[in-house]
């Protein structure tokens, strides 16, 4: 059972654009919400991440939003540029330090 | 500290033989996790250690897979008799107490013929 779900599967935005991915769990256990960036052939790298005890987190063009009533968490990326295109991956961590991954979102910026 | 290290980056084998893949976690880090990277699931988590011990194994797929952790330095994903299914993109990843990031290596490609 997919403890993360994650939408939508791939994302297309053209440079300057917004990218939106979002995520939504159901166990209340979890107590942190990173989001990991994974670019071909390496291993998901953590981005940036926001605990359940605020509702926005902004590094540079990164934004988390975080909606606790809702269980629900996004990733926002402003201006988006090539460079960014790679695989996002939410992830919820609880307090025995287990991760639990969405299934992953697939972005291509477009020049 | 040059990260976890995975062994083989990449592993072609024939249906019905053993592989074995290897990962050497950061040094300090009592968690270690191995994953399973596919298109269709995403990251699915196999099987988690801490202390070397194995703390979770609900996700290892079937009796086919095996895992261990002999020491703090070291541990190996076993796959006995090999199945064309298992191709994927296995990673691992170690933490540690208190840290709330994961750092995972490089991965190791498996395809299975």
């Known amino acids: 059972q997919q403890q993360v779900k994650q939408s939508p599967q791939s994302l297309i935005v053209q440079k300057g654009g917004i990218s939106i991915i979002n995520c939504a769990y159901e166990?209340?256990?979890?107590?942190?919400f990173p989001w990991y960036q994974q670019f071909p052939g390496k291993g998901p790298a953590l981005l940036i991440a926001i605990r359940p005890d605020v509702s926005e987190k902004k590094e540079g063009r990164f934004t988390i939003s975080f909606n606790k009533s809702a269980k629900q968490f996004s990733l926002h990326i402003m201006d988006s540029q090539p460079g960014d295109s790679a695989t996002y991956f939410c992830?919820?961590?609880?307090?025995?330090?287990?991760?639990?991954f969405g299934t992953g979102t697939s972005l291509t910026v477009i020049p | 500290d040059a990260g976890v290290i995975q062994s083989p980056r990449h592993e072609v084998t024939e249906m019905g033989q053993e592989v074995t893949l290897r990962c050497k976690p950061i040094s300090g880090h009592d968690y270690l996790f191995w994953y399973r990277q596919t298109m269709m699931r995403g990251l699915e988590l196999l099987i988690y250690f801490n202390n070397n011990v194995p703390i979770d194994d609900s996700g290892m797929p079937e009796d086919r897979f095996s895992a261990k952790m002999p020491n703090a330095s070291f541990s190996t994903l076993k796959i006995q008799p090999s199945e064309p299914r298992d191709s994927a993109v296995y990673f691992c990843?170690?933490?540690?107490?208190?840290?709330?990031?994961?750092?995972f290596g490089q991965g190791t490609r498996l395809t299975v013929v």
């Open positions: 166990n209340t256990a979890f107590d942190y």
């Open positions: 990843a170690s933490s540690g107490w208190g840290l709330t990031e994961a750092f």
């Open positions: 992830a919820a961590l609880n307090t025995g330090n287990q991760f639990y």
